[in-house]
Every structure is written in C-alpha cells, then in structure tokens.
C-alpha cells in the first residue's frame, strides 16, 4: 500500500490539495442542498396536489341533453378497478367570498373581497349546524349559514376568525337560462390547512350537499377523486379507470375524462422540474469549476514532486502506473470535498432558516406568496444523490487524467537530475 | 577471473545531446560488460560520460545507437512499460543525492521496488514484503530506524537505506553514481563496505562511477571513460 500511503501523505502535508478538497465540496454542497430544496417542493407539490385533488380526478362531464352521470353509477362501473380504493365525489363551484356586512360582497373592487374556489365535499362538517341538512339555497336573512372551511391565508387576509360570517356572491343559470347572481351567508367553521399558500388562499371546502342545495345542482357533484392503493400506480389505475368508464358508457366519444395528480399538477409540476433540471446544470457548472483547479492543483504537484517521479519511474514504475497514482490522488482529492459536501450540504438543508436568517438579517427570503409553502420544502433523493457523486467523480477523473499524463510523460533522467 | 557469461552487456553505445544548434557526443561507441558478482568502478573526470553511461546501462535513457544485452537479450529498444518492468526486475541504482522519497519512512521507501515490482498482485505477500523490506534495513544496520523519514537520517544512514532499497529485489545488476560522493569519509568507508559485501553476497555486477581513486581501489577491475570512450585498467 506504500503508493497509496504516499498519496495520502501528500494530501495530507500539501494544504493547496485541501484547498482543492474544500473548493469541491462547496460546490457539492450548493448543488446537494439545490437539488434538495427542488426535489422538497417536487415532493411537497406531489403529496398537496393528491391530498386536495386524489390521486386521480374524474370530469363529470355529460351532455344536456341527455340523464346526467350519478356517482352510484361510477360507483358500480369502477367497483372492478384494480388499485382503486376509494372515491369521493366532490362539487367545485367559484365564487367571491367576503366579510359579511359593509359593502365587502357587493362591491367586486373591495380588497376584503376574495376569488374562491368553492368545493362542496363530504367530509369534516357531520353535526355541524348547516351542514346542509338546514341550509336551503338562496339563504337570505333569517336563514341558516352554512359551514365553510376556509384557506389559512384566505381568513388572514380577510381578519376573519372562527364563528365570523362571509357573504359569498356568485352566478348560476336563471330560469330564464341567462346568468343570475346569488348571494348567501357562510360561518367560519374551521380553517383550511394544506401548507401551500396558494391553496390556503383561494380555497374553501363546505358541506357538498348545503352547496348543491344552495346551488340547486343536480347531480350534486363535478368531479369524482379515485383514491387509489398505496402500491398502485396512479398512471395505470387512470387509464383502467378511463377504460372502465367507456365500457360503461360513463364518457363523452372524444373527451379525456380521467387526469392523474401529475396531469392536475400539469404546469406547476413541469415548471419546478424544468427549473431542477435548469439549475442543477448551472450549479454542476460550479462543481467542474471545482474540479477543474484539479488540473492546476495537480500539475503544480506534477511540478514539484518532478523528483519523486523519477525515483518511482528509476525504481521500475510504469507510464501507467504514474498515470494511476496522480489519477488516484486526484480521487482522494475529490472523495474528501464529495465527503466534505454531502455533510455541507446536510447541514445546509436541515438549517435552512437559520441560513435565511444570516443572510437575511431576520428577514423572510423564502416568501410563502412567492414559494407557496410556509417552509422550504427539503426532501434528499437517493438518486440524485448518486448522480451527483458520479458526476464529480467522472469530472475529476478526466481533470485529472491531464496533469497524470504528464507525468508519465516527464524523462527519468531530467526529473533525477539535481535542480 | 570471472567465467560467469556477462549478465549485462554494451556494444557501441552511442549517446548525444543538442546542445544550441550542435550536437555534443558524450559517448562514441562504449563496449563494457558486466558479470555476476563483479565489482566494477567507472571512473572519470566530471562530464565524462559515466552518468550518461549508467543511464543507459540502467534503462534510464535510450542510446542513439548501439546494442544493450541483458541476459543475452537485446533491452535497448524496449517500450517505456517494458523496461520500466525490467528495470524493477533487473536493476538497482543507488544514486548520489540518495533520491529517497521525503514523505516515507525508511521501511516504505525500501519497499517500494517490491511492491512496483509485485504490481497489482502484492496482497497475499504483503507480510512477506515487509519481512525481506525489514531484514534488509537490517542489513545495512538501521532495523531500528524503520519509521524514521528520509530528514531525521544522517546522509550515511540515508545512503544505507537507498542501498537497502537497492538490493531489496536481489537485482543481478547494481548500478551505484558517486555513491559516497555526498558523504563524509567515515561514513564512505561503511557505505562503500556495505555496497561491496552485499553486492558480492547476492553475486550482483555491481558498477560504481567514482571519480575518488580510494573508492575504485577496493573494486575487482576499473574502466576509465575519457573523450566518450571506456577502456579497462586494473585497480592501483
């Protein structure tokens, strides 16, 4: 082992071989805690968007002129789906939402005045007064409010607090066919938690039965949400669900009906992908620059261990081997920056708030309007993980095949002569 | 006289270098031979060629011209690899400035020619490495400086470590330039003791390139080099 212990005697007594170490593991660091933070919001946009939307969602879509889809009959069509679960039905209606009172609902310029998604769902609101037991739609003064569940922020930006009463002002079809408004009264029953502001800000859920009521909608729901099994993949259980709903005549000729989480995600997911991809190759730019001074690092060692490389080649070393040895060295170099990152790099995506502090002075860089979760979602791939250690093996190893070959190249008797 | 048929053998070596625009001859047709547990002194003034010849004699460098016969093989024309290989297999130097590697101890420096020589395949006789690395320090007295680096050595043991690194693969030919040269008298006197004992021991052909007249008398027969020429003389 006397090479190798030669090599890491002169990364150990030679400080611009450390330098070159920690130069590499900064740039593995920055490229770690990078691909860390996007494949964090990758994940945390994965598990929000199936939370709120399934794992797949069903249109329900049907033509006027014909009897509309009920849910008993995606129930009975899909009851012989592999990897499905569940399903929910869900009514989704938008709406301006308001404090109750003042000019807030109708004046649409009011800033206390929100665009809503409204969905009418089942769950949370048994028991609750309004559950739409005792709502009636239309519900003027006198009437039963009906229970909502709004976006954290949403009731923030509004100064709203549990028990306070929102004016809601939306259209639906009037007798005469043309758009009529409605105007209804909700209680604040609880608060929306998702931790995507985006969501927590323009989302209510209430009782789907008192929206349909209120409504007048019938059927009394717009989408279905397949929940599927844990071990089952989403891709597949929407394309056996689309074949189910056709051969049950659930679908319009022509129309997609079934959208996976990743199809509802569309754009957003692809555009923090995009942006993954996009800075992982402007930060690997930082890794190569790293592990480029491994030439300059290596060739000055080159330089002035001429010396010792005669004595290795005197003593019977092949070109070969001298070219293994400084390839070698060039590895030890890079394995301890890699080493020096990845713990770097830990350290940066467990302590990110901190390091937000310090750079900041306190103040939030990662804006939860800007980045739509509260806190930077952090989430280590194994895989990308991996990548990145290869990465910068495969570029210093070619860095250091240059300073290597050289050399192997150098003349024994110039390299012994005394200088 | 020695009957041994030569383990290294020179016919007409030639060697020049440019200098500026012409070209300077150091050697014009060098014959020598060298047998097994021979000792042979190289003596000449300085520039005459002996460096140049024991380079050439130890794979170091390629003559321009001329044969090179190890064994009774031609070696002079040899790839870089190959007789880089045949130069751990064949070949020990001991070399004027010691050239001993400053970052290792005497032990590893003195088995560094085994384990270039074992390659890759040293693992089953690392022990044993060790071991002969460890008796051949002791040999040259310094079993009990096995940790100790080149710098906490005086130029005598440092010496004595390069000939123990040397003689570590048992090579049939030892090539020593200016072995004392750097020393004090007392510690030439073991150096070169040392180097005669054990050379004749493993029945090496040692060559030592000396100009230091004290040294090429203890030798078995001395070659002179002048004007890029050798001929024999016997020693004083």
């Known amino acids: ?419 | 006289m020695n009957d041994a048929p030569p383990v290294l053998k020179a016919l007409q070596l030639t060697k020049s270098y440019r200098v500026g625009a012409s070209r300077l001859e150091v050697l014009r047709g060098v014959d020598v031979e060298l047998r097994p547990g021979e000792v042979r002194a190289l003596m000449g003034a300085s520039g005459s060629g002996k460096s140049t010849l024991l380079n050439l004699l130890g794979l170091l460098d390629k003559p321009d011209s001329g044969k090179l016969l190890l064994n009774g093989r031609e070696v002079q024309n040899l790839g870089r690899a190959a007789s880089s290989r045949t130069r751990a297999s064949s070949v020990g130097f001991v070399f004027q400035q010691f050239q001993l590697l400053p970052e290792l101890s005497a032990l590893e420096n003195v088995l560094l020619p085994r384990r270039l020589l074992a390659g890759w395949n040293w693992w089953g006789r690392r022990g044993n490495e060790r071991r002969a690395a460890r008796e051949a320090l002791g040999m040259v007295g310094l079993g009990k400086r096995l940790r100790h680096r080149p710098a906490q050595l005086s130029g005598g043991e440092q010496q004595r470590v390069a000939i123990a690194r040397a003689l570590i693969c048992q090579p049939p030919i030892l090539l020593a330039d200016e072995p004392t040269g750097n020393l004090d008298r007392g510690s030439s006197e073991e150096v070169l003791e040392l180097l005669l004992r054990l050379g004749r021991e493993m029945r090496s052909a040692v060559l030592i390139a000396t100009h230091d007249s004290d040294v090429s008398a203890r030798c078995d027969s001395i070659v002179t080099m002048s004007d890029g020429l050798v001929r024999l003389a016997e020693p004083a």
């Open chain 1, 1 to 419: 082992m006397t090479l190798l212990s030669l090599g890491l005697t002169y990364f150990r007594r030679r400080p611009l071989l450390l330098f070159s170490s920690v130069a590499i593991g900064l740039g593995v660091a920055v490229l770690f805690t990078v691909l860390a933070v996007m494949n964090g919001f990758l994940v945390e946009l994965e598990k929000s968007i199936r939370s709120f939307s399934g794992d797949a969602v069903i249109e329900n879509r049907y033509l006027p002129s014909r009897e509309p889809f009920r849910f008993a009959d995606y129930q009975a069509a899909l009851a012989q789906v592999d990897g499905v679960q569940r399903l929910e039905p869900r009514l989704g209606w938008y709406a301006l939402v308001g404090r109750r009172g003042g000019h807030a609902v109708t004046d649409p310029r009011s800033t206390d005045l929100s665009g809503m998604m409204l969905f009418g769902v089942d769950d949370a609101f048994a028991n609750a007064e309004g559950d739409g037991a005792t709502a009636t739609g239309g519900n003027g003064d006198g009437a039963v409010p009906i229970p909502m569940r709004l976006g954290r922020q949403a009731a923030q930006r509004l100064q709203l607090e549990i028990g306070d009463e929102l004016g809601l002002i939306t259209f639906v079809q009037g007798g005469d066919g043309r758009p009529a408004p409605l105007r209804a009264t909700f209680r604040l029953h609880s608060l929306l938690r998702t931790g995507r502001f985006d969501q927590e800000m323009d989302t209510a859920h209430v009782p789907r039965a008192a929206l349909a009521n209120l409504l007048q909608r019938d059927p009394p729901f717009t989408q279905v949400l397949v929940r599927t099994t844990p071990d089952a993949d989403p891709l597949q259980v929407a394309e056996d669900v689309e074949t189910a709903l056709k051969k049950a005549k659930l679908a319009l000729p022509g129309y997609p009906r079934t959208l996976t989480w990743r199809e509802k995600g569309g754009t957003l997911l692809k555009a923090v992908e995009n942006q993954r991809g996009m800075l992982s190759i402007v930060f690997f730019f930082i890794v190569l620059v790293a592990a480029y001074q491994l030439v300059a690092t290596l060739t000055l060692t080159v330089t002035e261990k001429r010396r010792d490389i005669g004595v290795l080649r005197a003593l019977g070393a092949t070109p070969g081997r001298i070219v293994r040895f400084f390839v070698a060295l060039g590895m030890v170099v890079t394995v301890a920056g890699i080493g020096i990152g990845l713990v770097l790099g830990q350290w940066l995506t467990s302590n990110l708030r901190t390091v937000e502090k310090w750079i900041s002075g306190g103040e939030r860089i990662f804006r939860a309007e800007v980045y739509k979760f509260e806190d930077i979602p952090v989430s280590v791939d194994p895989a990308s993980v991996t990548l990145l250690i290869a990465a910068t093996l495969a570029a210093a190893l070619v860095f250091s095949l240059v300073p290597a070959l050289r050399a192997a190249r150098l003349r024994i008797v110039d390299s012994l002569r005394k200088r």
